[in-house]
């Protein structure tokens, strides 16, 4: 049982490139999240899908674009990356509406803009 | 969101009993605790989570006042695999919204 699979795992990129980090869920999970973890910090939310077909802006949103491309796959894209991106990336999926039952997180992207 | 505050660090050896508590003075009527472990390298892992009175289940126990307003953590009998980022998080039932991670209780076990 994967759960949530992030790719890639590690990223260079100089100032200026584009990325699209991917993430896969086989949870069945309605909802999926992108969040970003600066170091010693907290992590902080860049975009959510609630359900298949709808996308929301979190906390931190610009400089980033998000497709849910089915119910399984939520990438997220940066179109012009800056090093203040420099992060460590965690996709999330949940089945919102279910008492117990939490937002399970992938291992993260890390993600070196130079 | 209800926001939380919960201490930067604490400290504690093997086989003792570590309490986090969380303080979150704003929760809604709706909104369930849940807490999270981060391990370094890793994505967050659910812990625990309640909305009122005490919970418990094989990893820990999470108490909840009358009032709400604030939840302990109990990690009972740490080892040094313990050693991790505890996340205190407020929200209307686990996953229907985004949740909020404050900077966590950076938990030291040591020998």
């Known amino acids: 049982n994967a759960g949530v699979t992030q790719t890639p795992k590690f990223q260079v990129l100089k100032t200026g490139q584009s990325m699209t980090l991917q993430c896969a869920q086989d949870m069945n999970h309605n909802s999926m999240y992108w969040y970003r973890q600066d170091p010693g910090m907290g992590l902080r939310l860049i975009y959510y899908s609630a359900s298949e077909g709808t996308t929301d802006k979190g906390e931190v949103p610009n400089g980033y674009n998000v497709s849910r491309l089915n119910k399984r796959e939520f990438s997220l894209r940066l179109e012009s990356a800056a090093p203040s991106q420099t992060s460590v990336y965690f996709c999330a999926s949940s089945d919102p509406g279910m008492w117990d039952q939490p937002q399970h997180f992938g291992d993260g992207t890390r993600l070196s803009i130079l | 969101l209800a926001k939380t505050t919960q201490p930067i660090s604490m400290d504690s050896y093997e086989g003792q009993e570590v309490n986090i508590t969380c303080s979150h003075n704003n929760i809604a009527t709706n909104d369930y605790i849940t807490w999270y472990q981060q391990f370094p390298s890793q994505g967050p892992r659910f812990i625990i989570q309640?909305?009122?009175t005490k919970v418990t289940n094989e990893v820990a126990s999470l108490f909840i006042p009358a009032d709400r307003k604030s939840s302990t953590l109990s990690l009972p009998r740490v080892s040094l695999s313990d050693t991790a980022v505890y996340y205190c998080l407020v929200g209307d039932e686990a996953g229907r919204r985004a949740l909020t991670f404050g900077s966590g209780t950076r938990l030291q076990v040591q020998p």
């Open positions: 309640g909305y009122k």
